[in-house]
C-alpha cells in the first residue's frame, strides 16, 4: 500500500504505473515543494531498477523519465522483452544513448530540454548508474546542460529528490515491486540562477565546466542531506557495456 498523500495518485499517471505504485509500499515527504504549474528537472539519487517506477509513483502528477537508451530499447532475451513493455506501458521515457558518442547523447538531451519548454516534469538520475552501494556519488554535468538550455525559453526549477529502502536493495536489477519499505524525499528548489549567469560569461570551457558542475553538485549534496546517505565527491565508472546504466 502507498501512504500518499490525496493528490498524489493524478490520474494523469499512466493506469500501469499507478497500479504498479499500489503495490510498492512507498512513502512520500516534502509534496509541497512540488509546483504543478511550473515545468520541473527533478534529480534523483539511483538506488536500483525499481526508482524508475518508484519515483514516477509519488510524484503528485506524470513526468518524463530519462533513461539509458539501452535500457528503454533492449529486446534480446524474453526477460529483457517484458522489461522494455513494462517501461513502454508504465513510463513516459526519454531515452538517453551514453555510449554512442556525443551526437547521439545530444539527441537525448534535446528530447529532455524539448520536454521541460512542453510543460513537462522531468526526472534524470545524474548518477548515471547503480552500484548498490547505500550512498549518493557525484552526478554528471547532463541535467545541468538540459537545465540550462531549457532556462532561455522560460522558468525551469530544480528540484532533488532523494529514494531509499528499507532493506537497501541487493537485486539491483529486479523491476517487480519487493517486499520493502520505500522512502521518496522531495527536496526544496535549488537556486541555480549564479551557475546560470557564470555559465553565461564563461572565457574559458574550465570556467564553463564548473558553472555546469554547479548545480548538479548542489542537487546532490542535497539529496545526500535529506536522505541522511553519505555523498562520495566522484563520478561512478561508466562501463561501455553497463546493463545497470540508467542517465
Not at 146 to 160: D, Q, T, W, Y
Not at 178 to 186: F, K, L
Not at 235 to 243: G, H, S
Request: net charge negative; aromatic share 6%.
Amino acid at each position: 500500500s502507498c501512504d500518499w498523500s490525496s493528490d498524489v495518485c493524478s490520474s494523469d499517471l499512466k493506469p500501469l504505473l499507478e497500479a504498479i505504485g499500489r503495490e510498492m509500499n512507498i512513502s512520500v515527504s516534502g509534496v509541497e515543494n512540488f509546483d504543478p504549474d511550473t515545468p520541473t528537472l527533478l534529480v534523483a539519487n539511483h538506488a536500483c531498477l525499481r526508482d524508475v517506477f518508484a519515483i514516477p509513483a509519488a510524484l503528485p502528477e506524470a513526468c518524463k523519465v530519462v533513461l539509458s537508451a539501452r535500457l528503454a530499447y533492449k529486446n534480446s532475451t524474453p526477460e529483457t522483452a517484458k522489461r522494455r513493455t513494462m517501461i513502454e506501458d508504465a513510463l513516459s521515457a526519454i531515452p538517453l544513448e551514453v555510449h554512442g558518442g556525443k551526437e547521439r547523447l545530444q539527441i537525448g538531451l534535446e528530447m529532455a530540454k524539448q520536454a521541460l519548454n512542453d510543460g513537462w516534469s522531468t526526472l534524470i538520475f545524474p548518477e548515471g548508474a547503480y552500484t548498490g552501494e547505500a550512498q549518493v556519488t557525484k552526478g554528471r554535468t547532463g541535467a545541468s546542460r538540459i537545465l540550462f538550455s531549457a532556462r532561455e525559453a522560460g522558468k525551469v526549477r530544480l528540484l532533488p529528490v532523494g529514494i531509499t529502502y528499507d532493506p537497501w536493495p541487493t537485486d539491483l536489477d529486479a523491476y517487480l515491486p519487493q517486499p520493502e519499505e520505500i522512502s521518496v524525499v522531495i527536496g526544496e528548489p535549488i537556486n541555480y540562477e549564479a551557475a546560470l549567469a557564470d555559465y553565461k560569461n564563461a572565457s574559458d570551457r574550465e570556467a564553463a565546466r564548473r558553472a555546469l558542475r554547479a548545480p548538479i553538485d548542489m542537487a546532490m549534496r542535497a539529496i545526500a542531506d535529506s536522505t541522511g546517505l553519505p555523498y562520495i565527491d566522484e563520478a561512478i565508472k561508466l562501463k561501455f557495456v553497463d546493463r545497470k546504466s540508467v542517465v
